[in-house]
């Protein structure tokens, strides 16, 4: 059974930073493609950050330069760590991987950036 779980987040000021981790299990980490997505109230899910299996990776424009995703396929561990943080920010932010056919979601911890 795949299981994503998120942690990290909370209440920051602009101009901060926050890690946030990501745990996986059930999967075969090393091989599969990870990624941060966020959802702000009232707005659509987006793609914040993706690193494939090889370690190669991209940035929504909105954070490119600001955030950093990398994993450490030994613990099984995917991070973001935001700096820079703005107000726009805010948002809960998901971990996401697909295996197969399947697309699988952690529960998300939120970011709140106060201004």
């Known amino acids: 059974q795949v299981e994503l779980v998120e942690s990290g987040g909370g209440l920051v000021q602009a101009g901060g930073s926050l890690r946030l981790s990501c745990a996986a299990s059930?999967?075969?980490?090393?091989?599969?493609?990870m990624g941060w997505y966020r959802q702000a109230q009232g707005k659509q899910r987006e793609l914040v950050a993706g690193i494939h299996r090889g370690g190669s990776t991209n940035y929504a424009d909105s954070v490119r330069g600001r955030f950093t995703i990398s994993r450490d396929n030994a613990k099984n561990l995917m991070y973001l760590q935001m700096t820079s943080l703005k107000p726009e920010d805010t948002a809960v932010y998901y971990c996401?991987?697909?295996?197969?056919?399947?697309?699988?979601w952690g529960k998300g911890t939120l970011v709140t950036v106060s201004s």
């Open positions: 059930g999967i075969i980490f090393g091989n599969n493609a």
């Open positions: 996401n991987t697909v295996v197969g056919w399947s697309t699988y």
